[in-house]
């Protein structure tokens, strides 16, 4: 059996891939576009692995997605695929437009032709799992409760009502054609292999590398987070069981404002790489300009995907944050791959720091 991805080489799609191979026993087709944030070093473990097949292209392409479709007859699609950056959805929505939109468009014209062909029992069987954001709910206060699947859609970025909108053409695909799909729309996720332009492996690379930790406004912006491989196997709970039609959020129970967090990475780099002269990271923070449209807090309600379907967090905050910090120790060559001239053009412009 096979099931194909898209987005296979990004972070979370990645992980993804990296634990599906380990965990079963099928094949992964693994379509993805390798834009920046797409890395083949984060899959180089899977050189020489036959039920791994990469292929590079785009989910907008529907030649060759059909081919693909035809080709490995998969019985699942999971849809990992979008331009993810809040803060380049600012600066450039066109690529939003564009990848999270039209591309789950056609995304979704390919797999309904396809799965329109399949015989009556494999027709029944297929899924198509589409992975969302908890952005697209908008923003709460301090004393809101979180979000849960009935809030409505309200999102404050182009980033996130590009995400908005992929979510409702999912939605409209499964009651009108009646493609059997489901919606997982996840926290703040963190862990191995995050392209080091989001927070938590921006402070660990600029941390070691003697340099401004930018936090924004205050840093009392709340996120939940959500340990990447929590993450995907939470996903895979949904794929094997999940009802048709329904909606899945999927939380860390780990609200935690972005300067805690930051200041828990610097006190776990004291404590394992601790500087040569004797100083502390945190004397590294700097405070930047808010971005604009800033949402304060976001905070994700997972007790029906825990009430259906049995699926909670193993880790805590504390417990996987310090996993992240120690593979990017342990990973820096990964790093230095990814950091090229133009990631580090870009930092310095978003943040106003010297890089």
């Not at 908008?138 to 979180?146: F, M, R």
């Not at 970025?157 to 799909?181: E, I």
Request: net charge negative; proline share 4%; aromatic share 10%.
């Amino acid at each position: 059996m096979t099931i194909l991805v898209s987005g296979g080489a990004g972070f979370i799609g990645g992980n993804f891939v990296l634990d599906w191979l380990e965990l079963q026993e099928e094949t992964i087709v693994n379509l993805d576009k390798l834009t920046y944030a797409g890395n083949l070093d984060t899959l180089k473990g899977l050189k020489g692995n036959n039920r791994h097949v990469f292929t590079h292209g785009d989910i907008g392409d529907r030649e060759l997605v059909g081919d693909l479709l035809s080709m490995h007859r998969p019985r699942a699609v999971i849809n990992f695929a979008a331009e993810s950056h809040v803060d380049r959805s600012i600066h450039g929505p066109g690529d939003f437009i564009q990848t999270n939109i039209v591309g789950t468009f056609n995304l979704l014209e390919s797999v309904r032709g396809y799965w329109d062909g399949l015989p009556e029992g494999e027709k029944q069987a297929f899924r198509f799992l589409h992975v969302s954001t908890d952005e697209v709910y908008g923003t709460l206060s301090k004393d809101d409760a979180p979000f849960n699947e009935l809030n409505r859609y309200e999102p404050n970025s182009p980033y996130s009502a590009s995400k908005a909108a992929s979510d409702h053409l999912v939605r409209a695909w499964h009651h009108t054609y009646g493609l059997p799909v489901l919606t997982t729309n996840c926290s703040n996720n963190y862990g191995p292999y995050h392209f080091p332009e989001k927070l938590i492996p921006l402070v660990i690379l600029n941390a070691l590398s003697g340099k401004s930790l930018p936090i924004y406004g205050d840093g009392q912006q709340i996120r939940d987070w959500l340990y990447v491989r929590d993450h995907c196997s939470a996903i895979r709970r949904v794929l094997e069981a999940g009802a048709v039609g329904e909606t899945y959020n999927v939380g860390g129970w780990n609200e935690k404002p972005n300067l805690d967090v930051v200041h828990t990475i610097c006190a776990i780099l004291d404590e394992l790489r601790p500087k040569a002269d004797g100083g502390r990271y945190g004397d590294q923070i700097t405070f930047v300009k808010d971005r604009p449209g800033h949402d304060r807090r976001y905070a994700i309600d997972a007790r029906k995907l825990e009430r259906e379907l049995g699926w909670k967090p193993r880790e805590t905050f504390e417990t996987g944050i310090r996993k992240t910090i120690e593979w990017y120790l342990q990973n820096q060559d990964w790093v230095r791959n990814v950091t090229s001239g133009a990631y580090r053009e870009w930092v310095g412009k978003q943040y106003e720091v010297e890089l």
